[in-house]
């Protein structure tokens, strides 16, 4: 098991094996994910958002601008 230690400053460094297998280098980003009360997922935050592009498939229908902002605007009103 490999493990850190945090220091004063609340701040760890993540062992090198650990980046390699992440994939991570000086200056990406990690999300911490909970997935149960005390227990957390490290996860790197590296990929690109244009890599999402298809992961949902296609939308039934299309939506307008205009038909966003009516929406929105609806939505608006009735929380008043």
């Not at 994939?23 to 958002?49: K, L, M, N």
Request: charged letters at 20%.
């Amino acid at each position: 098991m490999t493990s850190a230690t945090v220091t004063s400053k609340g701040q760890i460094t993540i062992p090198a094996s650990v980046r390699q297998a992440l994939q991570v280098e000086s200056g990406d980003r990690v999300e911490f994910v909970e997935i149960q009360p005390g227990r957390f997922e490290v996860i790197a935050a590296t990929r690109s958002v244009t890599e999402l592009k298809g992961l949902f498939g296609k939308p039934s229908r299309s939506v307008s601008i205009a038909d966003m902002n009516r929406a929105i605007a609806a939505r608006g009103a009735s929380a008043k």
